[in-house]
């Protein structure tokens, strides 16, 4: 295993407050070679977050910190580990235009990067982020009128993700494909969404998008399983999309959790967005 590459800081709102170095120590001592930061981009402007305690994403006025800090790391261990500094960034349909101008500016800086969906508009047009807790996920799926519409909007989103124009930059690796299925021994999957996950891999697959196989599912007491799941992964490998491993820690103890479940796929490191 050579890295983990789908990581955040203590500039992510919900998450520990590990600094970054605690990151960086903490892979060198699982003998790793690469270490992706990815930490949540701010939300565009003029979309409120809404998690009930608006902490989905790190906060506007701290990319420049995070990003600096990050460089700063790079150089200081240089000789023990190649850094990369990146984004995951939510693809928000509606807000296409704002999230390109954020990756418009900060693409020059990014040498990795992940694109996911949190995000879902319901019919009502309000908005939910799908994997806050298991009681905003029951609410989510009464507002859409059922865990049926529910998951049909997640699955259309990430594929127009795929298909959206964000500029140059845009990532190029999808973060956790079944995010959905989060609460899914709460609330069991409605219906066999096989086909729609498949699309989504051949089309990731036409347009070169590498697959974010994601382990923190296994220690989400209501997942239990990889996002995506073992079948997924061996059908993403099949049609030749770059596997590259992330433990989505958000503490430095968690670099790399679960990767003895990882052994049996050929994982790649991501290919770098800026050079």
């Known amino acids: 295993m050579q890295g983990d590459f789908h990581v955040h800081t203590q500039y992510c709102q919900h998450g520990a407050d590990d600094k970054m170095e605690a990151y960086v120590l903490q892979a060198i001592k699982k003998g790793f070679t690469h270490l992706s930061f990815t930490e949540h981009a701010p939300l565009p402007e003029s979309f409120t977050d809404p998690a009930p305690h608006r902490d989905s994403t790190m906060d506007r006025n ?60 319901a019919p009502d047009k309000s908005f939910f982020c799908i994997d806050y807790s298991e009681e905003e ?16 909007t997640y699955y259309e989103n990430l594929r127009a993700s795929l298909e959206a124009d964000l500029g140059f930059f845009k990532p190029k690796r999808i ?25 989504i891999l051949e089309v990731m697959k036409e347009k070169g998008y590498e697959l974010d196989v994601n382990t923190a599912g296994l220690y989400k007491p209501l ?22 491993p992330g433990s989505d820690s958000h503490a430095a103890g968690g670099i790399g959790k679960g990767f003895e479940y990882l052994s049996d796929y050929f994982l790649q490191i991501p290919q770098r967005l800026t050079l």
Request: net charge negative; with cysteine.
């Open 175 to 199: 973060g956790h494909i079944t995010l959905i299925q989060k609460f899914q021994l709460a609330y069991p999957k409605p219906a066999e969404f096989s086909k729609e996950q498949q699309n």
């Open 137 to 152: 996920f029951g609410r989510a799926a009464d507002v859409f009128g059922g865990l049926s519409p529910l998951y049909k």
């Open 223 to 244: 997942c239990k399983e990889i996002y995506p799941p073992a079948e997924l992964i061996a059908y993403a490998a099949k049609m030749g999309i770059p596997l590259v």
């Open 62 to 121: 701290n990319v420049e910190a995070y990003v600096t800090e990050g460089k700063a790391l790079q150089k200081q261990y240089k000789d023990d580990l190649q850094i990369n500094i990146g984004f995951e960034v939510d693809y928000i349909r509606g807000y296409e235009q704002e999230t390109q101008t954020f990756l418009d500016t900060y693409g020059p800086e990014m040498d990795d990067g992940i694109l996911s969906v949190h995000m879902l508009q």
